[in-house]
Structures are given as structure tokens and as C-alpha cells.
């Protein structure tokens, strides 16, 4: 168990410490590395302030951590902070995914976009290099209901994409829609899929039944690789559904996608790419020769002060903390469930999840816009959708679900 909670003392004294281990601009001659701390006349660094703050000491001292860290070689200048990215991999790996003894590489990305790319990158080498595949032979399997970062990842890799269907109201595939997507694949050429299984999607806060796309496809005898798109649910599903078998126990899942920008209220830019030991290198650039330990991430140089603010709320927490902290969301989400049950609103919601969407009939424009509601599609909604945050307390939902009843008493009359 790598994952326990820490005093604000002790959080402070840890990275203040992995900070002295990290190169220091100002104290050392370092004269041959295109980074600095960040420009002095704009971002001062005020002692008194800096020496109780350590995510913006970090800032300050705008550490790169370029490459991967988990593969053993990395740029020595930033070694302090790479231990702390280090240690955010193996807390999300072992104890939020249940990795037990296995191994894994991993590394702080962008956000989940450039975590799943990197999942389709990795995967099309393997297929191509150990399997022989040709590129219009493979295809990413997912379901209708992903990211749009999916397609945008095919179009990059110049593979395909090949949607499993969605029942309407239940959101979820089933064997038969994933046996006709395949068959259809096939038809097309296809021999080599990427499966991307969904940890909660962004609009429904749906979640794909894993074991049904491996089951099918090793029946079928193809070559697939499963990654799970946590990118939403990564921070949240583990907590609310301990029967989950979206994570590294289950050994079909290869890869994971997590964004602690989401649930885990970071700062932007702290997306989590997890991966079995053994595969990193098939995204490796050989060309990459200037950075020590080369590069097999897509991103390039990136801010280590990411990989703090990830390892700071975890520690602060503990994983108890976090449980309890998501409980509380699932309690909130249950009750304006039960609001909505008792004024006879349509909605989705799986019962692991704090995303409520609604059927649009049920909700006017005036409230879609005056609460925030997201629509699933802009020019033609069908649905809307509450995300149940740490802000969204009763107090901004009460209004919401009065004004949702006046509307539809209101309707009722006319
Ligand atoms: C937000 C999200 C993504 C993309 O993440 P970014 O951090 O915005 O790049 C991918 N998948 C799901 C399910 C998401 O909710």
C-alpha cells in the first residue's frame, strides 16, 4: 500500500525535499538546458509566501519531466519530482486499480485525450511490429456512447473506428451489439482491435461491461488489446463500486486512462496513463537522443508541477478520505434522484455514478440555461445532464428542482 494519508506538514516536507533534489537554476551552473524557473519580474517568488505553498514552489522552480519515469533511465536533472510522478503511478496503479504485485509504466499526460492516443499509439505498434498487421487492419472497438477523443485518435493513427451501439435507455452494449460491430468490422478488413472500454462516459456516466468484448473476441479468435477510458470514472468509480472490474485484477484490461482534472479537482494538464510493464516501448522515438532515457510519450517536455498537485490531494485525503468524499457525492446524486422519481422526470443514471441525464422533453430552455445543464448536442439536445461535484451542494440543486416542478405543473395546465 503505497497510498496513505499525510499531514499538511508532511506533505510540505516531502515535496520541499524533492525539490532540493531537482536541479536548482539559481544555486548550480546549469547552462545547457533550454528551462528555467519561471521569469522573476512577473512570477515573484515571495518567500513568505512560497515557504508555506508547496505547488507553487514547484511552479516556481517549473520542473520538466519529459519522458517516462517508470522505465528506469530519466533525466537526471528533475529526479526529485519524478519520484513523486512515480509514486502517483504506483497509487493509482496498485491501490485505486488493484494491480497487486504486477509491474506497470505510467506517466502524468496532458488529460485523458493524450492518455488514450498514447493507449492507440502503443497498441497499432504492437500490432504492427509482432503481428504483422497493416494499418487499415486495425480498428478501435468502442462503444457509441465515448469520448470524441476516440475518433480523434483514429484519424491521428490513421486506423479505424468501429462503434458498438447503445440501447437508448439502458446506455449499454450487449454480446449481440458487439458480435454485429465486429461482423461488420470484418466485413471491412478489420483483424486487430483496440478495445476501449468506458469507466463512466462523459454524458451518461455509463460503464461498459468488460468481459463481454473479451469474452467475444477470444472466442473469435482475434487479436485485441483492451484499454479502459477512465478518464472520467478513474477517481470515482473505483470508490463507488468495489465489485468493479474495470481495473488491473481483471486480466484482460491492459491499459488505463485516468484524469485527475475531472473528478480530483487538479489543476489542468494532470491527465494519468497506466500501463502492464512491457508495452511503453512500443511508442518509443529513438530519435529522441537529447533526452536522457529517450521519449515514449506523446507530450514532450511537461510541467512536474502536475504530478504534485496529483500526489498532494491524493496524500491529503488517504484513501479513506477519498472513499468517504465520493460516498457523500453518491448520497447527494441518490437524493435528487429520488426528487426527480417523485415529479416524474425521465432520466439515466447508473447507479455507481453522480451524472444524472435527463430527457430533454422534461426540461425547458429557460432552466437548461439558467442551472448550466449540458445538453448531449447543442443544435438538437435529447438529453441533459447534472454533474454532481463537490460545489453542487443541495443548496444549488434545491432551486433547481423547484423551478424544474413549476415547469412541469405549469406544462400539466397547459
Ligand atoms: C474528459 C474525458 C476525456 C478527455 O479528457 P481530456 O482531459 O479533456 O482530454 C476522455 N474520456 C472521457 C470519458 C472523458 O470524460
Known sequence: ?????????????QIFYALSKNVNYQKESIIGVPGSFLDEKVFHPDKFILGEAPFLSTLLQNPNHIGCHTLGESESF?????????????????????????????????????????????????????????????????????HYSMPKGANLLSIGIQYVAVDFETRSISKERIHDAVQEAKNNGKKYFIVVSNMMTTMFGSVDDVDLYANILTTDNLNFKIHIDGAYGGFYYPFSNEESKLNFSNPWVNSVTLDAHKMAQAPYGT?????????????????ASYVEGEDCTLIGSRSGANAI?????????????????????????????????????????????????????????????????????????????????????????????EDLKNSILVNQLN
Open 1 to 13: 500500500m503505497s497510498w496513505v494519508k499525510k499531514s499538511q506538514e508532511e506533505i510540505r516536507s
Open 78 to 146: 528533475f529526479a526529485g519530482t519524478q519520484e513523486i510522478e512515480r509514486d502517483v503511478i504506483d497509487i493509482c496503479a496498485k491501490d485505486i486499480l488493484k494491480g497487486g504485485s504486477d509491474d506497470f509504466d505510467g506517466y502524468v499526460a496532458s488529460g485523458g485525450t493524450e492518455a488514450n492516443i498514447q493507449a492507440f499509439w502503443i497498441y497499432r505498434n504492437y500490432f504492427v511490429r509482432e503481428k504483422g498487421a497493416e494499418l487499415d487492419e486495425i480498428s478501435i472497438l468502442c462503444s457509441a456512447d465515448c
Open 271 to 287: 491527465g494519468i496513463f497506466i500501463i502492464r510493464k512491457g508495452y511503453m516501448q512500443y511508442a518509443t522515438t529513438q530519435e
Open 309 to 401: 498537485a496529483i500526489w498532494m490531494i491524493l496524500s491529503t485525503y488517504g484513501p479513506n478520505g477519498w472513499y468517504e468524499k465520493i460516498l457523500v457525492l453518491q448520497k447527494r446524486t441518490e437524493k435528487v434522484c429520488k426528487h426527480l422519481d417523485e415529479l416524474g422526470v425521465e432520466y439515466y443514471r447508473n447507479l455507481h455514478s453522480n451524472i444524472i441525464t435527463m430527457k430533454s422533453n422534461f426540461i425547458s430552455e429557460e432552466i437548461a440555461h439558467k442551472y448550466g445543464l449540458v445538453p448531449d448536442n447543442h443544435h438538437q439536445p435529447n438529453w441533459y445532464k447534472i454533474v454532481v461535484m463537490e460545489h453542487v451542494t443541495m443548496e444549488k440543486l434545491n432551486p433547481f428542482l
